[in-house]
């Protein structure tokens, strides 16, 4: 009962029954003119499901968040949560996920698009308040 779908990395094939699965430990960014954030799914059977950065080009400061799963869902290609107060509904799309997110004020659609570790760490750099080592554990 498995459903066979090219990965997000080359040629590799994704056989898994959940969206963490497929995803886990891989980056996703979205940016504006002076802001970038980037989400990592991770498939953590202690309940952590996505560690978020953000930061603005010219800050020192780096801000991280994580997210356990509570009231989560999930299939082979969307996971919904309660997100900050509202309801998320991810959504993978090869190399992009959409998001929508919804609480009592607003709806917002994001897209986020793949990225990389590597490309993660360089935009942190030598900003103070972000830690990315549960990611590169394996």
């Not at 997000?8 to 002076?34: A, N, P, Q």
Request: net charge neutral; proline share 1%.
């Amino acid at each position: 009962a498995y459903a066979i779908r090219l990965s997000l990395v080359g040629s590799e094939m994704c056989i898994r029954d959940r969206f963490l699965e497929c995803l886990d430990r891989t980056v996703w960014k979205i940016t504006t003119g002076t802001f970038s954030q980037y989400n990592v799914f991770i498939d953590d059977p202690e309940g952590l499901y996505m560690l978020q950065y953000e930061m603005y080009n010219n800050s020192p400061i780096c801000r991280e968040f994580s997210f356990n799963k509570k009231e989560f869902k999930q299939n082979k290609l969307e996971m919904s949560t309660k997100l900050l107060g509202g309801d998320a509904r991810f959504i993978w799309n090869q190399n992009e996920i959409y998001c929508t997110y919804k609480n009592n004020l607003r709806t917002e659609n994001i897209t986020f698009y793949r990225s990389s570790i590597k490309e993660l760490e360089e935009s942190i750099g030598n900003r103070t308040g972000c830690n990315i080592n549960i990611i590169l554990k394996t």
